[in-house]
């Protein structure tokens, strides 16, 4: 048997012979402060944090102030921070402001002793057998370290645990057994571990092995590699990637539905710009250690002496970074896990949104079966349903400023997400709407006709004292957008889709207009229904606000921009030539889904292109000509006929290169129609 192997098989021994107790602890060992228990009772987040790092990981006054600082960032949140320690003979979850000064001093006094697991039980009794002795001195203090944290955090029923960074397997360890308790304890006991992954100084490879080994769950947040402490790359492929709070929360909550007993290990890269300086000296002093033949338990020592001599403060400031960006994390996922839990007790509805004075008009669309139909389409589509208000000068004539000029002005039902809607309803597929209209004669009227001339199952919320969303748009003689108003102020009260309205669905597709936040919402319940999703930028402006949040851009298949929306998602000037585009094409790639993702681009009478992106292949690039065409009447439903007719091609079994062809057919249709946004003829 390799040594590597007796490592795993040792661990897996541990692990079954470790048995769990269900002990009711007395208030003479746990103390919980009122504010912690006040929230535990009443189900509001709260995050444990380790006291190591205040008694022995940083300075003082440097300590303290973090400590002020991560309370700072937790309470931004929403959530309560519970610092954990032993106190004398007492377990201490959470501490007022005056022991957190003493514990912050502590470690120079040399008062604080280092307590992991295994410490606990002789701390303790060493501290009652003073406490008999009438004890008069200085408070003693137990400093916990991850492991010892973990299970006081699970005892007193807190989720969520935020460190700067695990323990691991050490370098070496497959010889030594050198094997951090942290991963024994992330094997046997269910909180959350917020951490910036494993010091490059160990084996973190070997680490995820154990971690594997033993079922836990180690994620890397946002990122496809496990990060190493100080750098956010490791160079080694993370187990799993999570991209929000909210998917680790559903992921743990799923975990003690099963029944199992151990932790998640979720990785924050830390990318504060000094880890890179630290990772640097590592790396050399890794070499040191080889050249000068130090193995074994001598190998951490000399590693971690050398590179604070190396880095002098660099290490300093990244550690305090990454503390703070993982308090940042947790707190989200301690909220999340809360928000789930009283969803949970509630209702089906996990993360239900905020109340609105609303009335759902799908009840008086038409019968029970079609609301509820909803749930078996194939298609469900969230976007604007909007009146749109089209002015253009009569044929032959110029558009001329300052003045009014002699035209035709039509009024027809848009809104992209409705626009795509209508598309798939005209091809022979029935999607379902998720939109929000005012309580008006238009909002009415519009509900209608989805419902009654076009067969769409709608979701609609009428939101009272609000307009119908309106766009009125100027086109000069040649078809083309001259200038616009949209008043869309409704469309901020856009329905989200559960994971029940999703089942069964193969594409959710989302336009711009719903608030980022509902965006979001929408991507994550589809990830977890496997429903794939699809993007429709809607305008430059908000395609720069949606493309910054990198959770939503990272849940995206398919994304529909035109040439200025391609720019703005990447952050660059508009240019025409073909490398800058290539070059903004896989800048946007790179931020979508990792295992495939597409980007569907028009650029008006040039085309389109077709770039794919797969896990671990070159980015494929592919133009699509259109043929020159006469008498084009409107370019504004253009686009969206080209996406429904391309989602279309997806449901019929197509590839994305026949799918295109099929949208593009479809939106030269469109082109030509003078009556209505969408063709009627399609």
């Known amino acids: 048997m390799f040594p590597f192997q007796r490592l795993k098989q040792a661990t897996s021994i541990c692990r079954q012979y470790t048995k769990k107790f269900s002990t009711k602890l007395s208030s003479s060992i746990l103390q919980i402060l009122p504010e912690v228990s006040d929230a535990i009772a009443n189900n509001k987040p709260v995050v444990a944090l380790e006291s190591t790092i205040l008694a022995h990981g940083l300075p003082y006054p440097k300590n303290i102030e973090l400590a002020k600082e991560l309370s700072e960032i937790i309470r931004g949140k929403g959530a309560i921070p519970c610092t954990i320690a032993v106190k004398n003979n007492k377990c201490r979850v959470g501490l007022t402001q005056d022991e957190l000064e003493d514990l912050a001093i502590s470690g120079v006094e040399k008062r604080a002793a280092k307590c992991s697991t295994k410490d606990l039980p002789l701390f303790l009794g060493k501290q009652n057998i003073l406490q008999q002795q009438n004890y008069t001195g200085p408070v003693q203090w137990g400093a916990t370290t991850v492991a010892s944290t973990m299970h006081l955090a699970h005892l007193a029923n807190i989720t969520t645990f935020v460190t700067g960074g695990t323990g691991g397997v050490h370098r070496g360890g497959e010889d030594t057994m050198d094997v951090s308790a942290d991963l024994l304890e992330l094997a046997r006991t269910p909180v959350v571990v917020v951490s910036a992954g494993v ?41 799993a990637r999570i991209d929000s709070a909210e998917e680790v929360a559903m992921a743990y909550l799923s975990s003690l539905d099963l029944g199992l007993k151990n932790g998640m290990l979720i990785g924050v890269p830390n990318n504060h710009p000094a880890g890179a300086s630290v990772e640097d000296a590592i790396q050399e002093v890794l070499k040191e250690a080889d050249e000068l033949n130090i193995s074994g338990r001598d190998v951490t020592p000399f590693i971690l002496k050398r590179v604070s001599e190396k880095t002098k403060g660099d290490s300093l400031k990244s550690n305090t970074a990454l503390v703070k960006g993982n308090a940042n994390v947790g707190a989200d996922i301690a909220v999340a896990i809360a928000k789930a839990r009283s969803g949970r007790n509630n209702d089906k509805n996990i993360f239900p949104s905020a109340e609105i004075k609303q009335r759902d008009i799908s009840a008086t669309a038409n019968t029970k079966s079609e609301r509820e139909s909803v749930i078996q389409n194939r298609v469900i589509v969230m976007g604007g349903a909007v009146i749109d208000l089209v002015a253009k000068p009569k044929t032959g004539s110029s558009l ?86 949209a008043d869309m102020d409704v469309l901020r009260r856009i329905k989200i889709p559960s994971e029940e309205d999703l089942s069964g669905a193969d594409y959710l597709v989302v336009d711009a207009n719903a608030p980022i936040s509902s965006l979001l919402q929408a991507a994550q319940n589809a990830r977890w229904a496997s429903v794939k999703v699809c993007f429709e930028p809607t305008s430059v402006p908000k395609a720069i606000e949606v493309s910054k949040n990198k959770q939503f851009m990272s849940a995206l298949t398919y994304a529909f921009p035109n040439l200025d929306e391609l720019y703005a998602m990447a952050g660059s000037e508009r240019s025409d030539n073909e490398e800058d585009i290539k070059v903004a094409t896989k800048t946007v790639l790179n931020t979508m889904n990792f295992t495939e993702s597409h980007l569907v681009i028009t650029m008006g009478s040039r085309g389109a292109i077709l770039a794919s992106k797969y896990e671990n292949k070159p980015i494929s690039y592919k133009m699509f000509d259109v043929s020159p065409i006469e008498n084009v009447a409107n370019c504004t439903g253009a686009g969206d006929t080209l996406t429904g007719g391309f989602i279309y091609g997806l449901l019929n079994g197509k590839s994305e290169e026949e799918s295109i062809q099929i949208g593009m057919e479809k939106a030269l249709i469109s082109l030509q129609c003078e009556e209505s946004t969408i063709s009627p003829n399609l």
Request: with cysteine.
């Open 400 to 485: 001329i400023l300052g003045t009014s000029n002699p035209g035709i002005c039509k009024e027809c039902d848009g809104g992209v997400g409705r626009n795509i809607a209508e598309v798939l309803s005209r091809l022979g597929v029935k999607p379902a709407l998720m939109s929000a209209v005012g309580s008006d004669a238009r909002g009415s009227s519009l509900v209608q006709r989805l419902t009654n001339d076009l067969g769409i199952a709608t979701r609609i919320d009428v939101v009272e004292d609000a307009n119908t969303a309106t766009y009125l748009a100027l086109l000069d003689s040649n078809g083309d957008l001259h200038t616009a108003i």
């Open 199 to 239: 010091k490059s100084i160990l084996d973190i490879s070997r680490t995820l092995e154990v971690l594997e080994t033993n079922g836990v769950p180690a994620a890397a947040f946002q990122a496809d590699e496990f990060p190493a402490f100080f750098s956010p790359s490791s160079g080694i492929r993370a187990p």
